[in-house]
């Protein structure tokens, strides 16, 4: 059994479009959302990730606004910003881009943006509602994975899931989502005992730790959905050239399980896709005005 390949890219580009019906639909009632994203530094990954979204945000007919400062910048003068952007009233949404450099401390940034803005579901807040079960922006990444996971399995109540990775961007919102749609749930993560046997009872797998193919095929459960949440870069076959692999060693499990995302074009795509989403959703939480189906 080869497992179906779980198509992101497309399932992304579905997103997106329905995203901007959504916002076409604002628009023509007077309400555009924005979306305000912060760059500190010069860090080359994150300056891709910031011009990527911002070149969704306004494909889908959004404000985008952005803030670009130097490295050297002081959490003093990041957190003046923060603030100002949560008095806006034409920002809707904040995202502030990870990783930040080392004299600023994240976990206050995050703290200082308005919960009603948190497009990124970071917020202490925005985590504790999560957990709750009570609405909530959700952060974009396993927001992703449970649509992917939904779309190939419909209804998941009660199936075994087993999320590798306890990181407050993804392995604990995963849970907690995952939680919600009452599934039973481990977290697993390195000081977990026989990690292989507790991923082969798994109906779902996700795996989050930034370990390049970490995940062996025979961890796989024969039937099982997984989902690649790692994007790590590998020496490619050529000299000199490298590739980008997931957590998963995916030749190996592709052959055991139902489905699987690939790396790329699995569950990279759907991030930008779902905080698209989570702006047009905070933006109507803050009009007062019930948001579009998307």
């Known amino acids: 059994m080869t497992a179906q390949l779980i198509d992101g890219k497309a ?50 007919g959004m404000r985008s606004i952005q803030h670009t400062l130097p490295a050297e910048t002081m959490e003093a003068t990041l957190l003046a910003l923060v603030r100002s952007l949560n008095a806006d009233p034409a920002v809707h949404g904040i995202l502030v881009q990870m990783p930040l450099p080392k004299q600023i401390n994240s976990t206050a940034i995050i703290a200082a943006i308005d919960p009603a803005k948190d497009v990124d579901g970071l917020h202490p807040m925005s985590a504790g509602r999560l957990v709750q079960g009570l609405p909530s922006l959700v952060p974009c990444t396993p927001q992703g994975c449970l ?18 990775g306890r990181s407050i961007l993804v392995g604990k919102p995963m849970a907690a989502l995952l939680t919600t749609e009452s599934c039973t749930v481990t977290v697993a993560h390195s000081k977990t005992r026989d990690l292989a046997q507790v991923c082969r009872r798994a109906d779902i797998l996700v795996a989050a730790v930034g370990r390049a193919e970490f995940v062996r095929g025979d961890w796989v459960k024969p039937g099982a959905v997984v989902i690649d949440v790692g994007i790590n870069r ?8 490298t590739k980008l692999v997931g957590d998963v060693a ?22 930008i896709a779902c905080l698209l989403r989570n702006t047009v959703v905070a933006a109507c939480a803050q009009a007062g005005v019930a948001a579009p189906e998307m």
């Open 11 to 60: 399932f992304a580009a579905g997103l997106r479009g329905r995203v901007a019906t959504a916002v076409a639909m604002l628009g023509e009632r007077g309400l555009t959302p924005g979306l305000a994203v912060v760059l500190v530094g010069e860090d080359p990954a994150s300056q891709v990730y910031v011009r990527n979204k911002a070149r969704e945000t306004e494909a889908a």
């Open 250 to 271: 995916f030749d190996e499990a592709k052959e055991i399980a139902r489905a699987i995302t690939p790396v790329p074009g699995g569950v990279g795509p759907m991030t």
């Open 234 to 241: 590998v020496p490619g076959k050529e000299p000199g050239k």
């Open 147 to 164: 649509m992917l996971i939904k779309d190939v399995l419909g209804n998941i109540a009660g199936l075994d899931a087993v999320v590798i």
